[in-house]
């Protein structure tokens, strides 16, 4: 505005240096500027944008001011454009005969300018002062507003192709270019998209969410808060990251400019594999923002609502939760809306089973859980076989006796000669003296294994004196056939969790049955009782015996949001007295192994439905131990090591709401049961390919022991 009120005479006396200022005409006026950044920044103007290296072509005449001067305005080639709403305009550079070209975009009000190059050649993405390509988010250049700069030598290759988005309805484009190197070539369009909000409340099974016009770059100086919400309570949120391309790779500003706040963590950098899958509780806050300046091509993230313990036992699920009977299943009928029903069906031979890939294989594959490829953990049977299981699983010499269970029957671990081993590794068993024996679950089978024959000292467990003994798709259990089985009650609410009886003192549970809520105080030891040696669930519950828990371990790395390290000790307010229908269970050594396919029994009161209700009678079911690779590829890597699975990848049999905390138990030479897992959670109930999961207690044994002081 000064220099526009200002006369050239007055303007003259107040500019610095050597500055000059011509009158043209009376409408006409030209300012002959040094290249001084402190002049440019006054004027709001980006110094990188005069840069005199590249302006070759000196204006020859009395009045210019020669060495680093230049004369703004002169060597510059501008362009208004203006693109209404369906309308490409064009952007096009081929032989430049200008130093410096720009072009000011419009749009109509209410929508952003979208500018998509298509082709630059002799300039890459970075910040250099010889630049070549730079976009504002302003109708002059200022530093501060820059969405994207493109600088640098001329290179091979593809040209790059990149879409810009500014925050308003205009963007200033400008290319500077350099005599002494021909061939520029710069191609560009520009449209009118509707502005689009961002953010909000979601409350959804599944979807996604990126930032605004993913994959365009998005646009500069905005905020956007999205709260996620499962569609019914009790579910969690898992958040798979597929694009986090938010920060420039040389900037180390630490997530202050332009970042992603999902829980109250800010990312703004590529994310690891292992870091790409994450689980949330309900409500989930996701907030993105970004600065006035440099703009990248976003986030695009995945969510999924899944049940730790969930919904559609012995039926199957469609894509939008809805539960269909597994008898309309492949029945040439679509009843799911996305008709995931039929999807994957196909008319195998007799002896055939059909596999994830919709390959039929022939059932005598030589695998020991699962034959199809997709899910085997076997691996090939290919190659000469040091040692074949009777199921057919193909062992390499390194695999017999080797301390580890690869066959059902054990047949690649009995026989072995050595006895003891030099040093202990993880899979031998620790004898009371310090020596190892290398044989595979020595404890309480019945023979002396250990010199100081510790291996049988703690065997007053695991038997069902009475032995004529919902989970879902399970039966009723008869009286006594799992005396340890515990009904963990508090008083308003009757049976929450099971437990499992390991002695006279002490229970095992999971450690997300004593999670507070808002309305109800679980890690209140006061408020339970448990129950032993009950069957059937009345409110007088005749014959069992009752005790007061008198305080509650939880583990102290239990993680609430992925179920990891989920147990808890409980210890009884007074020793419960063994009987036929009350006795504890073994647990297992840290060396003891439970072999993938072993048949194994998960029982509870749980419901015996999805949204069902509490079984009146104690239920049983047999499941079978499945690998935890194959576990992880159903289960999206959220099976840790501290996890055990176990069901049937069919469905229609697995544990359920109110089976938490309750025993996953194996039977094991000797006849004695041994405590292989507690219910953690699971997706749904009994669902197909949704196994349930289960807290794996060998991980946990040498917590146990140190916690009850040797007592279990």
């Given at each position: 505005m000064e ?9 003259q ?6 500055n000059?200022?011509?009158?043209e005409?009376r409408n006409?006026?030209r300012?002959f500027?040094q290249q001084?950044d402190?002049i440019?920044?006054l004027?709001?103007?980006d110094p990188d944008?005069?840069d005199?290296?590249e302006?070759?072509d ?10 680093g ?6 060597q510059?080639?501008?362009?208004d454009?203006y693109?209404k709403y369906?309308?490409n305009?064009?952007l096009s550079l081929v032989?430049p005969k200008?130093p410096?070209?720009q072009w000011?975009?419009?749009v109509?009000s209410?929508?952003v300018?979208r500018?998509?190059v298509?082709t ?15 976009a504002?988010?302003?109708?002059l250049p200022?530093?501060n507003?820059i969405?994207a700069?493109?600088?640098?030598l001329?290179i091979s290759?593809s040209?790059?192709v ?7 309805n205009v963007?200033?484009v400008?290319?500077?270019f350099s005599?002494q190197r021909d061939?520029a070539?710069?191609?560009?369009y520009?449209q009118?998209?509707?502005k689009?909000g961002?953010g ?9 969410i990126?930032?605004?016009?993913y994959p ?9 808060i999205?709260t996620?919400?499962v ?5 969690l949120?898992?958040?798979?990251i597929?694009t986090?391309d938010i920060?420039?790779s040389l900037?180390?500003d ?10 109250g963590v800010k ?5 690891s ?8 509780s309900?409500p989930?806050?996701l907030?993105f923002?970004s600065?006035?300046s440099?703009t990248?091509k ?5 969510y999924r609502?899944?049940a730790?313990?969930?919904t559609?036992?012995r039926q199957?699920?469609c894509?939008d939760?809805?539960c269909?009977p597994?008898?309309k ?12 029903d039929?999807a ?11 596999c994830g890939?919709n390959?039929?294989?022939p059932?005598s594959?030589?695998?020991s859980q699962?034959?199809c490829?997709?899910s085997?953990e076997e ?6 076989c ?8 193909c ?5 017999v ?10 047949s ?19 004898c ?5 024996v290398?044989?595979?679950?020595p ?5 002396k294994?250990c ?6 000292l703690?065997?007053g467990c695991?038997t069902?004196p009475?032995?004529?003994t919902?989970?879902?798709?399970g039966s ?5 056939s799992w005396?340890w089985q ?12 099971g437990?499992?009886l390991v002695?006279n003192?002490w229970l ?8 507070d809520?808002d ?14 040696g009950?069957r059937?669930m009345t409110?007088?519950n005749q014959?069992?015996?009752t005790?007061p828990i008198?305080?509650?371990l939880?583990h102290?790395?239990?993680d609430q ?9 409980l210890e009884l307010s007074?020793p419960v007295f063994?009987?036929?229908l009350v ?6 050594a840290?060396s003891?192994?439970f ?13 015996l439905m999805?949204d ?5 009678r104690?239920?049983?079911a047999s499941?079978?131990?499945?690998n935890?690779s ?20 069919q469905?229609?049999v697995?544990?359920?709401?109110g089976?938490?905390?309750?025993p996953?138990v194996?039977?094991?030479r000797?006849?004695r049961?041994f405590l292989a897992g ?8 009994a669902?197909?390919n949704?196994?349930g999961v289960?807290?794996?207690?060998v991980k946990?044994?040498?917590?146990i022991?140190q916690q009850t002081?040797?007592q279990v």
């Amino acid at each position: 505005m000064e220099i526009q009120t200002s006369s050239p005479e007055k303007l003259q006396r107040r500019l610095p240096g050597s500055n000059k200022i011509q009158r043209e005409s009376r409408n006409e006026q030209r300012y002959f500027m040094q290249q001084d950044d402190d002049i440019l920044h006054l004027l709001g103007l980006d110094p990188d944008d005069f840069d005199p290296d590249e302006r070759s072509d000196k204006i020859k005449n009395p009045n210019s001011i020669q060495g680093g001067k230049w004369q703004l305005g002169f060597q510059a080639m501008s362009f208004d454009l203006y693109a209404k709403y369906g309308n490409n305009r064009t952007l096009s550079l081929v032989s430049p005969k200008k130093p410096y070209y720009q072009w000011r975009l419009r749009v109509p009000s209410g929508h952003v300018v979208r500018l998509v190059v298509l082709t630059l050649h002799g300039a890459t993405p970075g910040s250099c002062t010889a630049h070549k390509l730079s976009a504002y988010d302003f109708l002059l250049p200022l530093q501060n507003k820059i969405i994207a700069r493109w600088c640098g030598l001329p290179i091979s290759g593809s040209s790059p192709v990149m879409k810009l988005t500014s925050s308003g309805n205009v963007m200033l484009v400008t290319f500077s270019f350099s005599r002494q190197r021909d061939g520029a070539i710069f191609k560009a369009y520009f449209q009118a998209i509707p502005k689009a909000g961002c953010g909000g409340s979601i409350s959804s099974w599944n979807g996604s969410i990126s930032s605004p016009y993913y994959p365009s770059y998005y646009p500069p100086n905005i905020d956007c808060i999205w709260t996620l919400r499962v569609p019914l309570p009790g579910y969690l949120i898992s958040i798979t990251i597929v694009t986090m391309d938010i920060q420039d790779s040389l900037s180390s500003d630490g997530c202050e400019k332009d970042w992603l706040d999902i829980g109250g963590v800010k990312l703004c950098n590529p994310v690891s594999n292992s870091g790409k899958k994450r689980v949330y509780s309900s409500p989930l806050t996701l907030h993105f923002h970004s600065d006035e300046s440099l703009t990248n091509k976003g986030f695009y993230l995945l969510y999924r609502a899944f049940a730790p313990e969930g919904t559609c036992p012995r039926q199957f699920r469609c894509g939008d939760s809805r539960c269909i009977p597994l008898k309309k299943v492949c029945d040439g009928v679509k009843d799911c809306s996305d008709g995931r029903d039929e999807a994957k069906c196909s008319s195998c031979k007799p002896g055939e089973l059909l596999c994830g890939n919709n390959q039929c294989k022939p059932q005598s594959q030589c695998v020991s859980q699962s034959i199809c490829a997709d899910s085997s953990e076997e691996g090939s049977c290919g190659g000469k076989c040091y040692h074949v299981c009777p199921n057919k699983v193909c062992l390499s010499k390194s695999s017999v006796c080797d301390g580890v269970i690869d066959c059902k029957d054990r047949s690649d671990e009995l026989n072995c000669t050595r006895a003891y081993v030099k040093g202990c590794s993880s899979s031998s068993y620790k004898c009371a003296n310090g020596k190892c024996v290398s044989k595979v679950n020595p404890e309480c089978d019945g023979i002396k294994d250990c010199y100081d024959g510790s291996d049988e000292l703690r065997c007053g467990c695991g038997t069902r004196p009475k032995k004529r003994t919902k989970i879902v798709g399970g039966s009723d259990a008869v009286a006594g056939s799992w005396p340890w089985q515990v009904s963990l009650q508090m008083d308003r609410y009757g049976h929450v969790c099971g437990a499992t009886l390991v002695s006279n003192r002490w229970l095992i549970s999971a450690a997300h049955c004593f999670q507070d809520s808002d309305a109800i105080k679980y890690s209140d030891a006061h408020a339970w009782r448990a129950y032993m040696g009950m069957r059937v669930m009345t409110t007088g519950n005749q014959g069992a015996a009752t005790r007061p828990i008198r305080r509650i371990l939880l583990h102290p790395q239990y993680d609430q949001f992925t179920s990891d390290y989920d147990i808890a000790l409980l210890e009884l307010s007074a020793p419960v007295f063994f009987s036929d229908l009350v006795q504890p269970v073994c647990v297992p050594a840290s060396s003891h192994t439970f072999t993938t396919g072993t048949s194994c029994y998960v029982t509870g009161w749980g419901v015996l439905m999805e949204d069902g209700e509490l079984a009146s009678r104690l239920q049983e079911a047999s499941v079978k131990i499945i690998n935890r690779s194959t576990c992880n590829k159903l289960y999206d890597d959220a099976v840790t090591p501290r996890m055990l699975c176990a069901g049937n990848l069919q469905g229609g049999v697995d544990a359920c709401q109110g089976d938490s905390g309750g025993p996953l138990v194996c039977l094991e030479r000797g006849r004695r049961w041994f405590l292989a897992g507690i219910v953690s959670w699971g997706e749904g109930c009994a669902r197909q390919n949704r196994p349930g999961v289960y807290t794996q207690v060998v991980k946990f044994t040498d917590w146990i022991r140190q916690q009850t002081k040797g007592q279990v």
